[in-house]
C-alpha cells in the first residue's frame, strides 16, 4: 500500500512569512496526526484528526498555527506568522482504528525560517 | 507529567558488541511502550511495542514497572542497526504519542 505523502519536502521563508503543508494519509486510516520535531528533540503532537473532527489540539500555537481536514481525508496545516522557532520538521502519521495499529509516518516537511 | 527520557543522545559501539539504549518514563496510570527507529534518509517506523513481546532484527526491550524503564537491547550489534532510535508512551483514550528526544545508535565495523 502506499505510504504517508507530504509536500512539499522542504521549504524557505522569512520570518512573519506564511507556509501551509499537506499531508495525504494511508487510503481508510481514520487517525490523522501532526507532529513538530525540533532539531535534536523527539516528535511533539500539535493536533490529532479522527476523521474530520479534532480529538486533541492542546500543543498547537493556535495564535499562528492552524490545522484542517475537511473530508476526512487530507489535512493542511498553516503557520501564518511565522517565527525563527518554527524551524522544524513537520511529520504527519495515519492510523487505522483500533487500539492496537500503530502510527505510519511520512517523510515529513523540513521547514526553515530566516 | 507524562515524560519519556532517553539519557544518551549518542551511542557508539563496534560490530558484535552488545547495545543497551536506555529510556526511562513517567506515566501515571498503565503503560504502553513502545521503540521506533529512524534509518538514514528513511521515514520514523516502528521498531517494536512492548505488549507484544516479540523480538525484532534481533532487538528486545522488557518493561519494568518498578524502574519505570523500558531499555532496548541486542546481544551483537551489526552496522545495519545504526539509525536513530526513539522511545515513545502512549497516553490518554486517542492513542497520543509521546517521544523521547532519541539516541543515535552508531555501529562501527
Known amino acids: 500500500e502506499a505510504g504517508v505523502a507530504q509536500s512539499p519536502r522542504y521549504k524557505i521563508i522569512e520570518k512573519r512569512q506564511s507556509v501551509a503543508f499537506w499531508c495525504n494519509p494511508i487510503?481508510?486510516?481514520?487517525?490523522l496526526y501532526w507532529y513538530q520535531q525540533i532539531l535534536g528533540q523527539g516528535p511533539k503532537l500539535l493536533i490529532q484528526?479522527?476523521?474530520?473532527?479534532?480529538?486533541?489540539d492542546s500543543q498547537l500555537p493556535k495564535d499562528r498555527f492552524s490545522a484542517e481536514r475537511l473530508k476526512g481525508v487530507d489535512s493542511t496545516l498553516k503557520i501564518q506568522p511565522a517565527k525563527l522557532e518554527d524551524s522544524a520538521v513537520y511529520l504527519c502519521?495515519?492510523?487505522?482504528?483500533?487500539?492496537?495499529?500503530?502510527?505510519?509516518f511520512g517523510p515529513g516537511t523540513r521547514l526553515l525560517v530566516l | 507529567a507524562q515524560r519519556v527520557t532517553q539519557p544518551e543522545k549518542l551511542l557508539s559501539v563496534f560490530k558484535g558488541a552488545p547495545v543497551e539504549l536506555k529510556c526511562n518514563y513517567s506515566?501515571?496510570?498503565?503503560?504502553?511502550l513502545f521503540w521506533y527507529v529512524q534509518y538514514s534518509r528513511q521515514r520514523l517506523q516502528l521498531l517494536l511495542r512492548?505488549?507484544s513481546r516479540e523480538s525484532i532484527k534481533g532487538f528486545t526491550a522488557d518493561l519494568n514497572k518498578g524502574e519505570t524503564s523500558f531499555h532496548l537491547k541486542k546481544p551483537f550489534a551489526q552496522e545495519e542497526d545504526s539509525a536513530m532510535y526513539y522511545c515513545?508512551?502512549?497516553?490518554?483514550?486517542?492513542?497520543?504519542?509521546?517521544f523521547g528526544a532519541g539516541t543515535r545508535l552508531a555501529v562501527h565495523p
Open positions: 515513545a508512551l502512549r497516553s490518554g483514550g486517542y492513542n497520543k504519542l509521546i
Open positions: 502519521a495515519s492510523r487505522p482504528v483500533g487500539r492496537e495499529e500503530t502510527q505510519y
Open positions: 512492548h505488549i
Open positions: 487510503s481508510g486510516h481514520a487517525t
Open positions: 484528526f479522527q476523521n474530520n473532527g479534532v480529538v486533541d
Open positions: 506515566y501515571s496510570g498503565s503503560p504502553e
